[in-house]
């Protein structure tokens, strides 16, 4: 089973405002209210839709992270 952080109204913010797609390890972590670190590991095991093509920077898109956070109920 998956930890990750309660959704509170900060968090909540941070993950549906701004722009769809997010770039870097460093958004994609403000977003979603985690250490780079977690978001590295989830994005190397699968375990969440961060993606790093090629090698290039990591992407994840807004509404794919909103997607999967409620279905971690």
């Known amino acids: 089973m998956m930890n990750h952080p309660p959704l509170d109204p900060e968090r909540f913010d941070a993950i549906t405002s701004g722009p769809e797609k997010l770039w870097g390890l460093p958004a994609i972590s ?16 699968g375990r969440a ?13 807004r509404s794919e992270l909103n997607a999967w956070l409620r279905g971690m109920r």
């Open 30 to 45: 403000k977003a979603l209210g985690v250490s780079v670190d977690t978001v590295r590991r989830w994005a190397r095991h």
């Open 49 to 61: 839709p961060i993606y790093r093509p090629d090698g290039e920077r990591y992407f994840a898109l």
